[in-house]
């Protein structure tokens, strides 16, 4: 990060300048085994074409709260990045009822359905795939994002000092999300640039955002997000912190 980094967008531009090829997050789902590595160029293209398609087709400005009814995976990271470089607040978990956009996964449909605004469904398949028929309601992220730009500008600028964030009942500045963040790197074993964490915490409260997205951003590290990690063994485990050259292990 730099001193100009005031939010979580901030630091993915840092990131960028820095360091384009490095690995940011690697995603593990070991229901499927699913495996999906994403250097920071390829994150912040994601980023890019899902904030577009925030601002320009959902019509998200800074301000509105989009409920993110999603698990811990790679695509919800790239919806909080996305949040942040619209100036939306990301409601992780939050009511749909009281949200200008939800944002679901195929297992809260049902609950989504109670938003009034826009409702867009990701399928979680492995490599970004589609919903083998589009959720009654709902856009397909999967079928919307690849057409949108690969470059981002916001409408609006984004204000560090706004809500950015909604976790557990807490809100978040941009600004505290950063600081937060960084203060959290040391104690997570994130001793510098480079280090690897893998994190099988939910995305559900502040403490497995962190660990599994915002302090590896912040520290120059990155992450290793497991999915259902409670599906492999020691044995299994070994092997992974071995074979992704981990650091530290949170779960």
Not at 110 to 123: I, K, M, N, Q, T
Not at 179 to 190: K, Q, V, Y
Not at 219 to 246: F, H, I, Y
């Amino acid at each position: 990060m730099t001193a100009n980094d005031r939010t979580p967008a901030d630091l993915l531009r840092s990131a960028l300048a820095a360091d384009a090829g490095r690995p940011l997050v690697t995603f593990y789902d070991d229901a499927t085994g699913e495996r999906v590595e994403l250097s920071v160029a390829t994150f912040a293209n994601w980023v890019a074409k899902t904030a577009n398609l925030l601002q320009g087709d959902l019509s998200a400005g800074p301000g509105d709260r989009v409920a993110l009814l999603l698990p811990a995976h790679w695509q919800t990271a790239v919806w909080l990045l996305a949040c942040s470089s619209v100036g939306a607040v990301a409601d992780v978990g939050g009511d749909p009822a009281a949200a200008d956009v939800v944002v679901s996964g195929p297992d809260t449909l049902d609950v989504a359905r109670a938003c009034r605004g826009e409702r867009l469904a990701l399928a979680l398949r492995p490599l970004g795939g589609r919903f083998p028929r589009t959720p009654e309601g709902f856009a397909d992220y999967a079928a919307e994002v690849p057409g949108q730009g690969d470059r981002f500008a916001p409408f609006a600028p984004v204000d560090a000092e706004d809500p950015a964030l909604i976790v557990a009942g807490a809100e978040y500045s941009g600004a505290e999300v950063v600081d937060r963040a960084l203060a959290d790197a040391p104690a997570l074993g994130l001793t510098g640039p480079g280090t690897r964490l893998l994190s099988g915490l939910p995305y559900d409260t502040w403490a497995g955002l962190s660990a599994g997205l915002f302090a590896p951003l912040a520290a120059g590290g990155s992450v290793v997000l497991c999915r259902n990690l409670d599906r492999l063994d020691a044995e299994g485990l070994a092997r992974r912190v071995e074979s992704e050259r981990v650091g530290a292990v949170h779960r």
